[in-house]
């Protein structure tokens, strides 16, 4: 390795992204041209690092696998802070195998952390959990153990587990300061923004209030009957009854349950759970319909009773009830959900996450630009989608230990 590439890869690993591209700018050698994606996508040009990464991947020569298999790792990364979750996760599983065969611990771990970071951001969490008891942390520098305990909080916070989330968040903030990168340490602090933001709402007696998630976990674990709108699910402390796949049963729980301990009159509840204006001879056949239905499936949770203008729900057990509401509703409020970290997804990404057909995707993204609350850029697969009143955040790229040229 010669001075140049050397202290380009000393600048990189304390973060200082421009200080590496002074020294090999204007070189184009397989090496170089690594370093310099590194840098690129450190300084938030992601389009050109992907650029720079294939070219130095394909400037090794046969023998340099390793150096191969890390362009790979950085290319996936690249892939998920851009939120292109089309990119195939089977080339970074085979990187990160190489690198373990070769005995580069410290980049095959963090290749296994873009793999968790990946499962988590859509939504496998067991298979991330998984994953993440066969990775020890304890010998890795102290970027990767960061990079390592965001995950562990990624997970700990979808959980609702908010003491295990800040253990790991003080772990990720500890490691950081170590490796001495002021925004890897930033990073850090954003996510830790999560415990102490809003992230729900509670309506309880036709009141509402913002929660926090250590409050969420609280109102989970109170022993209350929960309407969950976030997950669609009726739940107390010893039994969760999903309604997922029956919308009309939903609505009418969580319109019972906003209506607690009172009753809600069938005119309001036609409203709510068949859209309609007036509740005619008709509607009110189907409502008695439902409520049988919700009868049967809420049996062993509450009972629902008719009343003179309408019906009620009573808990078997809880001695409260709530709704726990997300903070954006509507017809798109998942994709404004998933729009609202800041980043740029593509239509594809946000149809592997939300688990809906890209047409679907597609669709809600042109109404929701259409009322201006979501904004597009690029072309064709280039074209990404953000939330106008976030400022995109890019994740620094952290690639640690060993640089392609040794």
């Keep these: 390795?010669?001075?140049?590439?050397?202290?380009?890869?000393?600048?990189?690993?304390?973060?200082?992204?421009?200080?590496?591209?002074?020294?090999?700018?204007?070189?184009?050698?397989?090496?170089?041209?690594?370093?310099?994606?590194?840098?690129?996508?450190?300084?938030?040009?992601?389009?050109?690092?992907?650029?720079?990464?294939?070219?130095?991947?394909?400037?090794?020569?046969?023998?340099?696998?390793?150096?191969?298999?890390?362009?790979?790792?950085?290319?996936?990364?690249?892939?998920?802070?851009?939120r292109d979750l089309t990119w195939p996760p089977k080339a970074l599983e085979a990187a990160r195998k190489v690198l373990e065969a070769h005995g580069d611990r410290v980049n095959a771990a963090h290749a296994r952390n873009v793999e968790l970071r990946r499962l988590v951001l859509i939504g496998r969490l067991d298979e991330a959990e998984r994953a993440l008891e066969t990775l020890d942390p304890t010998p890795l520098p102290p970027a990767a153990r960061a990079a390592h305990e965001l995950v562990v909080a990624g997970i700990a916070i979808r959980r609702l587990q908010t003491k295990a989330a800040r253990a790991a968040l003080d772990r990720a903030r500890q490691a950081a300061r170590e490796a001495g990168m002021p925004v890897l340490t930033a990073e850090v602090e954003n996510a830790a923004g999560v415990l102490s933001a809003p992230v729900a709402r509670l309506i309880s007696r036709w009141r509402e209030s913002p929660l926090l998630l250590e409050e969420v976990e609280e109102l989970l674990g109170s022993g209350a009957l929960v309407v969950d709108a976030c997950r669609h699910v009726v739940r107390d402390d010893q039994l969760s009854v999903s309604l997922a796949t029956r919308p009309v049963l939903f609505a009418l729980a969580r319109a019972l349950a906003e209506a607690w301990p009172g009753d809600m009159a069938r005119g309001t509840l036609v409203a709510r759970a068949f859209r309609g204006k007036h509740a005619d001879e008709s509607h009110r056949a189907r409502l008695r319909v439902e409520i049988g239905r919700l009868r049967a499936e809420l049996r062993a949770l509450a009972e629902v009773s008719a009343t003179k203008r309408g019906f009620a729900l009573s808990p078997r057990r809880a001695?409260?009830?709530?709704?726990?509401?997300?903070?954006?509703?509507?017809?798109?409020?998942?994709?404004?959900?998933?729009?609202?970290?800041?980043?740029?997804?593509?239509?594809?990404?946000?149809?592997?996450?939300?688990?809906?057909?890209?047409?679907?995707?597609?669709?809600?993204?042109?109404?929701?630009?259409?009322?201006?609350?979501?904004?597009?850029?690029?072309?064709?697969?280039?074209?990404?989608?953000?939330?106008?009143?976030?400022?995109?955040?890019?994740?620094?790229?952290?690639?640690?230990?060993?640089?392609?040229?040794?």
């Excluded at 946000?350 to 850029?377: C, H, M, N, Y």
């Excluded at 009143?389 to 690639?399: R, Y």
């Design 1 to 82: 390795m010669d001075s140049l590439i050397t202290a380009a890869a000393q600048a990189l690993a304390v973060g200082d992204a421009l200080g590496a591209l002074k020294r090999v700018a204007l070189r184009d050698d397989a090496p170089a041209l690594a370093l310099r994606g590194i840098a690129m996508a450190q300084l938030g040009d992601l389009v050109r690092a992907k650029a720079l990464l294939k070219s130095a991947a394909r400037a090794f020569g046969p023998r340099e696998a390793v150096a191969r298999a890390r362009c790979v790792v950085a290319e996936a990364e690249i892939a998920l802070v851009s």
């Design 319 to 406: 001695g409260e009830t709530a709704v726990l509401a997300p903070l954006v509703e509507g017809q798109h409020g998942a994709v404004l959900a998933f729009l609202a970290d800041g980043e740029a997804w593509s239509s594809s990404a946000l149809a592997i996450a939300l688990g809906a057909s890209p047409r679907t995707v597609q669709r809600a993204l042109d109404s929701l630009a259409g009322e201006g609350k979501v904004q597009s850029f690029g072309r064709g697969r280039a074209r990404r989608w953000m939330s106008p009143p976030l400022p995109g955040f890019p994740t620094i790229l952290l690639l640690p230990g060993p640089l392609p040229s040794d």
